[in-house]
């Protein structure tokens, strides 16, 4: 019954911005860390930036100083502001949380169906 939902993603030009957010609905007991993480064409799947309950944050090397992740508990929402992009942002970006979906339950990982942007002049 849990879900995640994104949205904010488009084409954007280099230098532009863009706002990511991803809403967790459903049964939710209690959320842990929430995330967020991209994979390109040919590529794995990597980190973007994390951040736990307590407001920690970790980030990529590759987006330190250009990113920022935030989340509002109250709304169940994680998100990240995507400043100065380049083309090699470009990728297919998921958020996830780990959450307790009823006291009866255990913590699982969830992911959101995931949102284009594209960076490109």
């Known amino acids: 019954q849990v879900q995640l939902v994104e949205s904010g993603g488009g084409l954007v030009q280099p230098g532009g911005s863009l706002r990511l957010s991803c809403s967790a609905s459903g049964s939710i007991f209690s959320i842990g860390a929430m995330g967020w993480y991209r994979q390109a064409p040919g590529n794995e799947r990597e980190l973007v930036a994390t951040?736990?309950?307590?407001?920690?944050?970790n980030y990529a090397d590759s987006v330190k100083g250009r990113f920022t992740i935030s989340r509002d508990s109250a709304k169940n929402t994680v998100y990240l502001q995507m400043n100065n992009l380049k083309p090699e942002d470009t990728a297919v970006y998921y958020c996830n949380a780990v959450i307790k979906a009823n006291y009866r339950d255990y913590f699982r990982l969830y992911w959101g169906q995931g949102t284009q942007v594209t960076v490109s002049s």
């Open positions: 951040t736990g309950s307590g407001d920690s944050t």
